[in-house]
Nanobody, 120 residues
Framework: VQLQASGGGLVQPGGSLRLSCTAS????????VGWFRQAPGKEREGVSC????????YYVDSLKGRFTISRDNAKNTLYLQMNSLKPDDTAEYYC??????????????WGQGTQVTVSS
């Protein structure tokens, strides 16, 4: 199992980025997968999750309306569209696979991070 995250970079406040996470070794729509982030000096936090069972999506309340999680089953790729970015969104972003199809399952595989920096 491998997860390869990409798409991070430097963006101005108010800008947008789309992160991608290409999965291999498992089928994306059989498992829940999610995005997490960790800012310097802070604990890692969950950002969003999409379930393997029915594609339901979940977001941390503070990000609802700005971030959108999606997946392309044909490409076995997970995405995170981030709009109206704020300096507080600056963090290393990680994608992770859960051990089952439910959002409540534990994460068992992690990709390497991709850095998002929001700054003018």
């Amino acid at each position: 199992v491998q997860l390869q995250a990409s798409g991070g970079g430097l963006v101005q406040p108010g800008g947008s980025l789309r992160l991608s996470c290409t999965a291999s070794g498992f089928t994306l729509d059989y498992y829940s997968v999610g995005w997490f982030r960790q800012a310097p000096g802070k604990e890692r936090e969950g950002v969003s999750c999409i379930t393997g069972s029915d594609g339901s999506t979940y977001y941390v309340d503070s990000l609802k309306g700005r971030f959108t999680i999606s997946r392309d089953n044909a490409k076995n790729t997970l995405y995170l569209q981030m709009n109206s970015l704020k300096p507080d969104d600056t963090a290393e972003y990680y994608c992770a696979k859960k051990s089952g199809s439910s959002w409540a399952n534990e994460c068992d595989y992690w990709g390497q991070g991709t850095q998002v920096t929001v700054s003018s």
